[in-house]
Structure formats: C-alpha cells, structure tokens
T-cell receptor, first 109, second 116 residues
Framework: ELKVEQNPLFLSMQEGKNYTIYCNYSTTSDRLYWYRQDPGKSLESLFVLLSNGAVKQEGRLMASLDTKARLSTLHITAAVHDLSATYFCVRGGADGLTFGKGTHLIIQP | GAGVSQSPSNKVTEKGKDVELRCDPISGHTALYWYRQSLGQGLEFLIYFQGNSAPDKSGLPSDRFSAERTGGSVSTLTIQRTQQEDSAVYLC??????????????FGNGTRLTVT
C-alpha cells in the first residue's frame, strides 16, 4: 500500500529557531513535491525534487531528497511568523500522486 | 498569467440536491485533477484526466460523484443527491504533464461546499 507519512503533524515553534519536517514514503519514487497551504487558501508549490540527493532552497526553506531511504526533509532556518502554514509532501510516480496528511506549523513571535 | 479558476467559490445546498462545480485549468495544461479536503484534513484524490485518455476515477467515493472534461479543457464535477458528509472544499489542479511527468500541480482556490 502506498503511504506517505509526515512527521510531525503539528509543530509549534518560536521565531528564530530551526526545525525539520520529515516525509517518509513507502514505495520507490524519483519525484517528491512540497506544497504550502495557508488557512483558507489553496496549495502553492514550493519545491520539486527529481533525483537522489537533490537539494533545493528558497529563502528560509530547504528541501532534500534521499530516494534510497525514501525520505525527504523540509528544513526551516531561523523561522519567522510568515512561515506559519500547513506543509504537504507529495510522492509522485507513474502510478500517481500520493499526498501526506500535512504538517501544521505555527511559528510564534 | 491566469491560474486555475474554480466556480463557484462557495456553494450552500440542501441535502438531496445536485450540485455542479466548475474548473478552468491553465491553458495548455493536459492534466487535470480533482481533490476533496475536509476541514483540517489532507487531500483526498477524486479523479484525474490526462489528455484524451480515459480518466482515472478510482478516487470517486460513490456513484453519486461524476466528472467530465470537455474539449480537454474545462471540467465539471457533479455530485448528485448531496449528503452532509459531502461538505468539504473541492480543489481542482492542473499541470503541464500527467503523473508520469515532473511538473508541479497548480491548484485553484477551491469551492467550499456546504450541505445543510
């Protein structure tokens, strides 16, 4: 059964701190996506990771992919309140897209 | 350029009524997806269209749900005899390539359906 598990599902942190969200998937894939969703809004694409060892960075967010471990991480550096949102990882493959349940991130001033 | 457009943005309907939700994908995008998101939950896959291929309907929860895509562009999701458990935000997304490609999905703002 295809599974995408995000950890943690809920995270409250203070501004200025660093943290990592983990995404494990059960079936081999060479594509992993990260999306952001603000409350009441739709999903916005953040990163597309296409190969083992891929690392992409945008501002305070950095995503990586280890296809051998079936693991992707989303690292937050020196968090700011504006990054409060729900973050979804999505495993992609010819067999379709599988969404994680999302990590609800709250960053407190 | 224009993004994925969904209408209506909000729909309140009585139990037992039929509803139609519309999605206008980004021009040139061959793949179109419908998802459902309940309050505070993740996304539930409903249906996927890719070009002229037969749609993947494996996510439709019951035969009350159907969708079509006309001319490879606009899609309509129809829910017949709505039930209260159908209340959710229905999200449409499109992409340049299908699930075999590597392009991200572009999501619309969704239709919030409330069945009373």
């Amino acid at each position: 059964e295809l599974k995408v598990e995000q950890n943690p599902l809920f995270l409250s942190m203070q501004e200025g701190k660093n943290y990592t969200i983990y995404c494990n998937y059960s079936t081999t894939s060479d594509r992993l996506y990260w999306y952001r969703q603000d409350p009441g809004k739709s999903l916005e694409s953040l990163f597309v990771l296409l190969s083992n060892g891929a690392v992409k960075q945008e501002g305070r967010l950095m995503a990586s992919l280890d296809t051998k471990a079936r693991l992707s991480t989303l690292h937050i550096t020196a968090a700011v309140h504006d990054l409060s949102a729900t973050y979804f990882c999505v495993r992609g493959g010819a067999d379709g897209l599988t969404f994680g349940k999302g990590t609800h991130l709250i960053i407190q001033p | 350029g224009a993004g994925v457009s969904q209408s209506p943005s909000n729909k309140v309907t009585e139990k037992g009524k039929d509803v139609e939700l519309r999605c206008d994908p980004i021009s040139g995008h061959t793949a179109l997806y419908w998802y459902r998101q309940s309050l505070g939950q993740g996304l539930e896959f409903l249906i996927y269209f890719q070009g002229n291929s037969a749609p993947d309907k494996s996510g439709l929860p019951s035969d009350r749900f159907s969708a079509e895509r006309t001319g490879g562009s606009v899609s309509t999701l129809t829910i017949q005899r709505t039930q209260q458990e159908d209340s959710a935000v229905y999200l449409c997304a499109s992409s340049l390539a299908g699930t075999g490609g590597a392009t991200p999905l572009h999501f619309g703002n969704g239709t919030r359906l409330t069945v009373t």
